[in-house]
């Protein structure tokens, strides 16, 4: 029998990937391309539907190049939450003052809306139980009435499609305008099996969206991996160099498929927490651009400042509350490269490997080992640095968009010891942010034993390092790095009903790479940095009364 593939789409923040994915998830091939973001003003992202769907055909194209169309079974889509605006015609729709059609797409980072979150918030409606208690500047709600307010005549009068992005790609290729209960679960509000709540849009200003059964955001849904339509149009066939019929799944937020790519792998013989316990015991933590925090539970667990419970939203039957901070990879760029010593750094790195950027944090992370003693650990080096990592305002477990970040220990030396040591107390950060998630998790009921990283931080060693000691708990990190492409070819395959659930596909095409365990002797430190971390965030607010006191 000839080889089997399925073809699995990411659309990230800043490009577009494709794989070509075999049947027991090895990643035979590859390919990316970049995408433009502009910022027409601050805190407003927007980008190009056109663009994208482009650079999905290019890289696409790319994958299955030289493979026979007959052996591609299946192909699955994920993308970042952002909010796709099209006419009665499928045409573009712009989202900013500047009239640009083409550039109709809001963010997922877009924080425009945030007077709107707030507002929405203030309502006290029954469905803000399901995201936390807090709605979030980015999700959907708070930006469709940020373009009804503020684009009325230019977008809001034209627009007859809102999609999330991951729905938009499944519509490009099927036709299909049934959307995903992945992204309208957790970002719009949608409650299965009762569906959209009429008094929630009304009570907001939105009840133009009731009109036609919520034909302009969303009829008919479906879990994640269940196949669309009659599979891919003769239009979209062409667009991606595949065969007119081939199955298409329905989509997922792309943090959402690097849960799939690694949360459902099989860990016998690991010595892990987790092994002979339910898949509820183990946490899916994608970082990147921003982290996503995944738990999953048979029953519906309420967790504050967490978004969920979200019925089949990831796993099929399954509850997922989802975590997250806004800026991690981002923040750890913008510390790095805003810093004086980063030219320093950039020449230290070319000079002992051809420059790429990442080698500019391996070298930061071969500093620090230099920079500590033979016999203590690189950790005990931020024991004077403390960061508030929420730069980006605190997506959870706090879901406050207003919070600013916060650098405790500054001195007048700027030498590029003080670059790594920046460099180390940021991730560190970070590492004490999801702790806090766990926290809030395990207060609401989870068990969280193990996390299972995947995404682009996941590639840096002290990255994971830190988030093993500062946790307590063990890391696996998946065999294929590109888990989150792996995640996508699943909803493929589940589609192809070459699988016959996405339980079964996630188990056989997703595996453990690598377990990385907690250094025990650093637990104390990492307890008092800790309390030092919540500190941080007591003191803000303290500033924050103290300069709006009248």
Known sequence: MAERFYVGVD???????????????????????????????????VQSSTE????CCTVVKKVADGVKSSQVRGIGFDATCSLVVLDQSFQPVPVSQDGDSQRNVVMWMDHRAAEQAARITNTGHRVLSR????????????????????????????????FDLPDFLSWKATGSLTRSLCTLVCKWTYCPPEGWDASFWTSIGLEDLLENNFCKIGSVSCSPGSPLGDGLTQEAAEDLGLDPGIAVGASLIDAHAGGLGVIGADVTGFQLPCENQPITSRMAMIC????????????????????????SAMVPDMWL????????????????????????????????????????????????S???????????????????????GNRSPLADPTLKGMVVGLSLSQTLDDLALL????????????????EAMKQAGHDIRTLFLCGGLSKNSLFVQIH??????????????????????????CASRDYSNIQEAMEKMAKVGKVVQPNREVQSFYERKYKVFLQLFSHQREYQALMNHT
């Open 11 to 45: 659309v990230g923040t800043a490009s577009v990937r494709a794989a070509l994915v075999t049947r027991d998830g090895q990643l035979r091939r590859t390919a990316e391309e970049p995408i433009s973001i502009w910022e027409p003003q601050s805190d407003h992202y």
């Open 52 to 55: 994208i769907w482009d650079k």
């Open 131 to 162: 995201v936390g208690g807090v709605m979030s500047p980015e999700m959907q709600p708070p930006k469709l009435l940020w373009l009804k307010e503020n684009l009325k005549e230019r977008c809001w009068s034209k627009a007859a499609h809102f």
């Open 288 to 311: 990147g651009t921003s982290s996503c925090h995944m738990a999953i539970s048979e029953q519906p667990l309420f967790v504050p400042g967490v978004w969920g419970p979200c019925l």
């Open 321 to 368: 509350n989802e975590g997250g901070q806004s800026a991690t990879g981002r923040l750890i760029d913008h510390v790095v490269k805003g810093h004086t010593a980063y030219s320093q750094l950039q020449e230290k790195a070319q000079q002992r490997v051809p420059f790429t950027g990442e080698n500019v944090y391996s070298y930061l992370n071969s500093h620090l």
């Open 370 to 392: 230099l920079m500590a003693n033979s016999d203590s650990a690189v950790d005990l080096l931020g024991s004077s640095l403390h960061v508030w990592p929420d730069f980006h």
């Open 423 to 438: 460099y180390l107390a940021t991730i560190q950060a970070l590492a004490l942010g999801t702790l806090h998630i766990l």
């Open 468 to 493: 093993a000691n500062a946790t307590g708990l063990p890391v696996v990190l998946p065999d294929q790095m590109e888990a989150v492409l792996v995640g996508a070819a699943v909803l493929g395959a």
